[in-house]
C-alpha cells in the first residue's frame, strides 16, 4: 500500500498525469484490498483516496 502511494506522489511530482491515473488505479486497488483485511479502518481507505483523487484532479486540470 505505501508503495504505491509513493508511485502514485511520484508520478504527480514529476508532473506525468498520465501516469499519476495510472498509479491511482493500481493504489486504489491495493488500499481497498488493505481495508478488506483490516490493515486500514475502511473510513481511513476512503479519505485517503479521496484525497489522493482530488490531488489528481487538481494536476489534471492545471
Not at 40 to 58: C, I, M, P
Request: charged fraction near 30%; glycine fraction near 4%; aromatic fraction near 4%.
Amino acid at each position: 500500500m505505501r508503495t504505491a502511494i509513493k508511485r502514485f506522489n511520484r508520478s504527480l511530482e514529476e508532473g506525468d498525469t498520465a501516469g499519476a491515473q495510472t498509479a491511482y488505479r493500481e493504489l486504489t486497488s491495493s488500499v481497498d484490498r488493505a481495508a478488506r483485511k483490516g490493515l486500514a479502518h475502511a473510513n481511513q481507505a476512503a479519505r485517503l483516496k479521496s484525497r489522493l483523487n482530488a490531488r489528481l484532479k487538481a494536476q489534471a486540470a492545471a
